[in-house]
Antibody, heavy 127, light 107 residues
């Protein structure tokens, strides 16, 4: 069964770059899944950051796109998040997740879901 | 618009049925997925697709969709269902917005 584990510094200075890695175990990052990052500021809701496919294709939240880079390392079976020019507003619990997608031909609907999540890692932006 | 709108809070008596809704234009083309989150824990997928439950999710959880509205229904709510619930979808630009979340209280 696939498990995900986030890792990275818990404290980042303002204007610096936040860097996190998500290690995938129990399965291959080259499977037919996308791999996502989601964050949650203290006391607030979930915010989707972006996703990557093992080919390197990415999609990003438009509100964060100018500061976000998600990359994949197939040799290490992991993917990473970099968020530049951070401020206190980027303080949050950061989660990585495995994403799936499919199509319902009967009703002409697409669907998308995040079925495996890491436990999350807290990142604080402070000097 | 890629926004998804949820009621901030809903309450239900123990054993009764509750519906949590999510509205957004993208739901006319994409089914919502639903996530349960308890304090201090990572979100858990409870419903995806038309009405699919991952392994281990009780059958009292169900999903439906009509027009621009997706619904998560809990039939016979239990005390352990008290949690925050988030909907998520995808829009045509590749964005995957979450709803603002609904805090469910089981009375």
């Amino acid at each position: 069964q696939v498990q995900l584990q986030e890792s990275g510094p818990g404290l980042v200075k303002p204007s610096g770059t936040l860097s996190l890695t998500c290690a995938v175990s129990g399965g291959s990052i080259s499977s037919s899944n996308w791999w996502s990052w989601v964050r949650q500021p203290p006391g607030k809701g979930l915010e989707w950051i972006g996703e990557i496919y093992h080919s390197g294709s990415t999609n990003y939240n438009p509100s964060l796109k100018s500061r976000v880079t998600i990359s994949v390392d197939k040799s290490k079976n992991q993917f990473s998040l970099k968020l530049s020019s951070v401020t206190a507003a980027d303080t949050a619990v950061y989660y990585c997740a495995r994403s799936g997608a499919d199509y319902d031909p009967q009703y002409y609907y697409y669907y998308y879901y995040m079925d495996v999540w890491g436990k999350g890692t807290t990142v604080t932006v402070s000097s | 618009s890629s926004e998804l709108t949820q009621d901030p809070a809903v309450s239900v008596a123990l054993g009764q049925t509750v519906r949590i809704t999510c509205q957004g234009d993208s739901l006319r083309s994409y089914y919502a997925s639903w996530y349960q989150q308890k304090p201090g824990q990572a979100p858990v997928l409870v419903i995806y697709g038309k009405n699919n439950r991952p392994s281990g999710i009780p059958d009292r959880f169900s999903g439906s969709s009509s027009g621009n509205t997706a619904s998560l229904t809990i039939t016979g709510a239990q005390a352990e269902d008290e949690a925050d619930y988030y909907c998520n979808s995808r829009d045509s630009s590749g964005n995957h917005p979450f709803g603002g979340g609904t805090k469910l209280t089981v009375l």
